[in-house]
């Protein structure tokens, strides 16, 4: 079964400090991880995608994720936050369910705050 | 503007109202899906349409009905909601596989009073 654990609830960083959100999946089978954000009163915004190809992702603004399938880990991290950074952030995961359509579970979500 | 639209951003009704939400893509997509997000909740899938066919219903009470008329369009019709329905409501498409992920509106922040 699929699950997704967003560590912390709520991260809080200096701004030009760098950003770690964690994030831990279980799949059965192999699966597709995204990070997406949201901005206060917006909907999702997709920031990255893994899908079976290269590990280490790159996605907008700086960020990026490390696929780790021995720690079943998919954290996103940047080097240096900037105060638009603050956001909620959601890690997915999508696997094929034998239906029309794939499996997805959100996480939980950590908000992230950028201290001037 | 992320491609999908969705109207209106935000909408009072009283308990007894009736009206709809709608949400538009012309990205290609051919599955659409409504959530629903209450404060400090995770988000809750409601609706799937593949195909413009509806796959799953996820046990969302009577009072919220779905119609997706063609691959480009989706709606949510209300009636007789609850105030703990007040929330944000979003709608999203993918391909049908939903792997390269999902595209998400802005949302209606929808108030019941």
């Known amino acids: 079964a699929q699950s997704v654990t967003q560590l912390d609830s709520h991260v809080s960083v200096s701004e030009g400090t760098p950003v770690l959100l964690r994030c831990n999946y279980s799949?059965?089978?192999?699966?597709?991880l995204f990070w997406y954000v949201q901005h206060p009163n917006k909907g999702l915004q997709l920031l990255l995608k893994y899908t079976s190809a290269a590990t280490l992702v790159k996605g907008i603004n700086g960020f990026e994720a490390e696929f780790k399938k021995s720690e079943t880990s998919f954290h996103l991290t940047k080097p240096s936050a900037h105060m638009s950074d603050a956001a909620e952030y959601f890690c997915v995961v999508s696997e094929i369910s034998g239906t029309s359509y794939d499996k997805v579970i959100f996480g939980p979500g950590t908000s992230l705050s950028v201290i001037p | 503007e992320t491609g999908v639209t969705q109207t209106p951003r935000h909408l009072v009704m009283g308990m007894t109202n009736k009206k709809s939400l709608k949400c538009e893509q012309h990205?290609?997509?051919?599955?659409m899906y409504w959530y629903k997000q209450s404060a400090k909740k995770p988000l809750e899938l409601m609706f799937v349409y593949s195909l413009e066919e509806r796959v799953e219903n996820n046990s969302v009470p009577s009072r919220f009905s779905p119609e997706c008329p063609n691959s480009s369009h989706l709606f949510l019709h209300l009636h007789t909601l609850q105030p703990e329905d007040s929330a944000l409501y979003l709608c999203?498409?993918?391909?049908?596989?939903?792997?390269?992920?999902?595209?998400f509106g802005s949302g209606t922040r929808l108030t019941v009073v």
């Open positions: 799949s059965s089978y192999s699966p597709s």
């Open positions: 990205l290609g997509h051919n599955a």
């Open positions: 999203a498409s993918s391909h049908t596989t939903g792997r390269r992920g999902y595209t």
